[in-house]
């Protein structure tokens, strides 16, 4: 008996020794945030705008070639329409930066936290992460593909969930042709 109990402790301890010393290779990869790109598409009935948000600073994590996570954070300050020009331009992003959207003078920043990434193919995953938006967070899944330093993510955003409702039909009515979507589409171009 005491020598079956002896042979388990060293057992266990060469067990414990050894996991000590074994960690998953975790790599962080930088993006490179003036090579990467972030796209806004929101849409109304009436059409649709779209724009970029800079990303301010952000990160792939992976285990060897695989991802296991990332984070990032967007400067909702530069949030900024592509598809106007002048007066137009100007309005919508003001509008767009005021407190009927994105409030971004208390909430210059949104992030990103990845808490679940699964692969789905050679190159593509299915990421859930938790998005904060307006100090509100919630989670969302989405696809990203991983190709050599460069990646590519779509995600569909739930605006209502961050108390962005305006021109929102689900909760304003008789908005006829100016409701806007609630759904809008982020796409980010990343290099890293």
Do not use: C
């Not at 067990?15 to 849409?43: C, H, M």
């Not at 996570?69 to 967007?74: D, K």
């Not at 409030?103 to 699964?118: I, M, Q, R, W, Y």
Request: proline residues 1%; glycine residues 8%; charged residues 25%.
């Amino acid at each position: 008996m005491k020598k079956t109990i002896k042979n388990l402790a060293i057992v266990a301890l060469v067990a414990f020794t050894t996991f000590s010393f074994t960690r998953l290779d975790r790599e962080k990869k930088d993006i490179k945030v003036e090579d990467s790109q972030l796209v806004w598409k929101g849409y109304k009935v009436t059409g649709s705008h779209e724009g970029t948000i800079a990303i301010k600073s952000g990160s792939l994590e992976f285990n060897e070639d695989v991802l296991v996570g990332g984070e990032f954070v967007v400067d909702m300050t530069t949030l900024a329409s592509t598809d106007l020009e002048g007066e137009y331009k100007g309005k919508l992003e003001g509008h767009l930066k005021s407190d009927d959207f994105f409030g971004v003078e208390n909430h210059p920043t949104a992030t990103l936290v990845f808490s679940d990434v699964k692969a789905t193919g050679k190159n593509s995953y299915s990421v859930t992460g938790n998005l904060t938006v307006k100090g509100k967070t919630n989670p969302i899944t989405f696809s990203i593909s991983i190709y050599g330093s460069k990646a590519t993510a779509t995600l569909k955003v739930d605006r209502t969930a961050y108390d962005v409702k305006y021109g929102s039909a689900s909760f304003f009515d008789g908005l006829k042709d100016k409701a806007i979507y609630d759904e809008f589409d982020l796409v980010a171009d990343l290099v890293f």
